[in-house]
């Protein structure tokens, strides 16, 4: 008898709490319809060209011109630092761009690769350049 009645408690509590897992059904997500307009690239500001810059708000003809002329920048922050936009205009794009840089860097010592290889020279030692 006291097996008989361990054993409905143990169903009981089975049902009782299984039932809220059962109540909440996944609803199927919605996918949106084109995820390329949900979630966008940033522009490159170093690498865009004329036309891709005027399709970002409040940048034209002359804003564009001024930032292909400016280039390279170190960061999307200078477009404001050299008055290459006002800083209205900047806010309204500074979460739709950014300012990539490319592979290679002038050091001291000659030109450095991003990943941290070693610095060589442009110009090869007895060609040019004295051989000591």
């Not at 390279?72 to 922050?77: A, L, T």
């Not at 008055?83 to 840089?101: E, F, R, S």
């Not at 860097?105 to 690769?113: E, I, K, V």
């Amino acid at each position: 008898m006291l097996r008989l009645i361990a054993l409905l408690v143990a169903l009981a509590f089975t049902l009782t709490s299984a039932s809220p897992v059962l109540a909440q059904a996944k609803a199927p997500a919605a996918k949106p319809d084109n995820p390329a307009a949900t979630k966008k690239e940033p522009l490159d500001i170093n690498s865009s060209s004329e036309d891709q810059l005027k399709a970002l708000p409040g940048v034209g003809d002359a804003y564009a011109k001024k930032i292909v002329d400016g280039r390279p920048f170190k960061g999307k922050d200078e477009l404001v630092q050299k008055k290459i936009v006002p800083k209205g205009t900047y806010d309204k794009i500074k979460d739709q761009i950014v300012a990539k840089q490319g592979r290679w860097t002038a050091c001291g010592a000659g030109w450095r690769d991003f990943a941290g290889g070693p610095p060589f020279s442009l110009i090869a030692p007895g060609r040019g350049a004295r051989a000591s």
